[in-house]
């Protein structure tokens, strides 16, 4: 197991977010976590990379707890994307992609971080990008770069908080397939998705949560009941190529 | 390209400092009576140690002192800048200027201590007092930071205003001409007293140069990539403070330079901090260094050089507003 979750518990001003999460996450596989907005998935997600403190409760990277790891190491087992970035300068895409490499340099980039945030360039496919400044990228090709970033931190472990939210239909392919072939090559991916139906495509594996608790761990459920459950509206099912698709049974069914 | 104007950059200024040796509103001590006194052909005794004396007891403390404010004023405006993710930032920014001015007014008015300690003593206090007010238990948010920095210098100017009040007119004189900065009190003695604090500070925010790219990008972004981000925040706030107030200390408050200076690197050097902090830096003393040649060459006598920062920073600017982008994201 890459991740183990073990009775988590985080509250915001006293507001219970995550109550009591029990979850192993399997290695070199594509994870996808679902729910309704305010589920919880966001928050889990940050636990999961450190950048949130649980209320009680633990979390195990490799058997490590997470609590015990510096943010260095952290850094060099977990990358994460976050669900928005706000460019400020216009930093070039190959200085950005660099500071991924924050955990692995003192003071400068060495070479070999510089040749590393290059593969990670050509490995994310964006070498093209490298002395563009970041600010004048579209929305598909930042994200790209955004993956790139995350890529140069070697990390086995990926977290992306809604990696496709807001891109169109090409640019959600070509990111979901290059997610799924890193989980192929041997990454450990966990990406928040809003659409039930890509996560249908490409995950390995789900979880979905409601009111901050797991509902399901595992792989996709063919029957209906658990996702209907999820998001609370009723749906219907369809099958095409061995995969289960949902969509709403009636319009204004919320 | 970007090269090639670091290259100008860095040769021009040792070019900048020999020519300021050189400027003069004195008939007598033309750039030709320079040369021959490095030259050895000055004969008469009295002559060549009374231009020996000018050189480098008048001339010279007064070029450094103006380099290192500039640079250091620069410097840390551009490493506060990229921290605080906001253009509009100056050097200034937690209060520096105004716990600074009220030191220096309450050491003109008391004589309690000298005006360079009391100013670099307050100065450190408001920046101090700034960041523990924006403080919520272990985390400094970028916005509580500025709101409590505005609030800070706000108590001090009217502490300042106290002290202004209450002071005769000679000393009120004092204080005015202080708060609007003071390149020609240069002494050697206040270059020595502010040259190890600010070599500390410039040397620390050169080794966090490229760190302060990662800070740029977000807290949550910094600490996804294994920065700490409140301990780098820290790290880089404590040595911007010091070249700051070690600057403010030895030559009052000189406005703008630390504004402008760091986008102006930044349009002509990029964003990456790694290059553009330093040559922030070098371009921050040569322009103060420009900028008081040129104060001392068109007037007849000595206008507070905090007013020609103002003058002849905010054409250059807007100028190069115009031909290049703004260093900073749409």
């Not at chain 2, 620069?74 to 906001?86: D, E, I, P, T």
């Not at chain 2, 400094?140 to 205003?161: C, D, E, K, P, W």
């Not at chain 2, 002494?187 to 604090?197: H, I, N, Q």
Request: glycine content about 8%; aromatic content about 8%.
């Amino acid at each position: 197991m890459s991740i183990a979750v073990h009775n988590l518990h985080f509250a915001y001003h006293e507001q219970p977010i995550v109550q009591g999460i029990n979850l192993t996450i399997p290695s070199k596989k594509f994870t996808a976590i679902l729910g309704k907005n305010g589920s919880g998935k966001s928050t889990l997600l940050k636990l999961m990379a450190g950048l949130l403190h649980p209320t009680s409760g633990t979390i195990h990277i490799f058997d490590k707890p997470l609590s015990k790891l510096s943010l260095k190491e952290r850094a060099r087992l977990i990358g994460y994307l976050p669900q928005r970035h706000v460019p400020t300068f216009p930093f070039l895409v190959e200085e950005f992609v660099l500071t991924g490499r924050a955990s692995y340099i003192f003071s400068t980039p060495s070479k070999t971080d510089k040749r590393q945030a290059h593969l990670a360039l050509q490995r994310a496919g964006v070498q093209h990008l490298q002395k563009r400044p970041y600010t004048e990228l579209s929305g598909g090709e930042l994200q790209m770069v955004m993956i790139a970033r995350v890529l140069a931190q070697e990390a086995p472990i990926i977290l992306l908080d809604e990696p496709v939210t807001h891109l169109d239909l090409p640019h959600t392919e070509r990111v979901m397939t290059m997610l799924s072939d890193l989980a192929h090559a041997g990454f450990t991916i966990i990406a928040i998705l809003h659409d039930i139906n890509i996560a249908s495509r490409y995950a390995e594996h789900v979880v979905m949560l409601k009111e901050g608790k797991v509902l399901h761990s595992g792989t996709m459920p063919h029957d209906v009941t658990t996702v209907e459950d999820m998001y609370e509206m009723p749906l219907k099912t369809y099958h095409l190529s061995g995969k289960t698709f949902f969509v709403p049974r009636e319009k204004n069914a919320y | 390209m970007k090269k090639a104007a670091l290259v100008i950059l860095y040769a021009t200024a040792p070019l900048i400092i020999l020519i300021s040796l050189m400027v003069s509103t004195t008939s007598e001590i033309t750039p030709s009576v320079i040369i021959s006194y490095f030259c050895g052909n000055i004969t008469d005794m009295a002559t060549h140690n009374l231009i020996g004396t000018i050189i480098f007891d008048v001339r010279l403390p007064r070029i450094i002192l103006a380099f290192i404010v500039g640079a250091s004023l620069s410097m840390s405006g551009h490493a506060l800048q990229a921290l605080f993710r906001n253009p509009l930032v100056e050097p200034y920014i937690l209060g520096i200027s105004s716990g600074a001015a009220f030191g220096a007014a309450l050491c003109i008015a008391t004589a309690l201590a000298s005006i360079q300690l009391g100013a670099f003593c307050f100065g450190f206090i408001a920046a101090i007092m700034s960041y523990f007010f924006a403080r919520e238990g272990n985390r400094v948010s970028i916005v509580s930071l500025l709101l409590s920095g505005v609030l800070i210098s706000g108590i001090f100017t009217a502490l300042l205003a106290i002290v202004q009040f209450l002071s005769d007119p000679f000393r009120l004189q004092t204080i005015v001409h202080w708060t609007m900065g003071n390149l020609h009190t240069a002494t050697w003695a206040k270059v020595r007293s502010s040259a190890l604090p600010i070599f500390i500070g410039a040397i620390w925010l050169f080794l966090m140069r490229w760190r302060i790219n990662v800070l740029a990008l977000g807290d949550e972004e910094a600490a996804s990539v294994g920065l700490h981000p409140e301990r780098e925040k820290i790290l880089v706030l404590i040595p911007a403070t010091l070249v700051v107030t070690s600057s403010v200390a030895m030559a009052g408050v000189i406005g703008m330079v630390g504004l402008i200076v760091p986008h102006m690197s930044r349009m002509l050097f990029g964003s990456d901090n790694k290059a553009s902090l330093p040559a922030s830096a070098v371009f921050g003393g040569s322009f103060l260094l420009v900028v008081d040649d040129l104060s001392r060459t068109f007037m007849a006598f000595e206008l507070p050089i905090g007013i020609f920062t103002i003058v002849i920073g905010a054409p250059l600017f807007f100028y190069l507003l115009k031909k290049t982008r703004l260093g900073m994201g749409a």
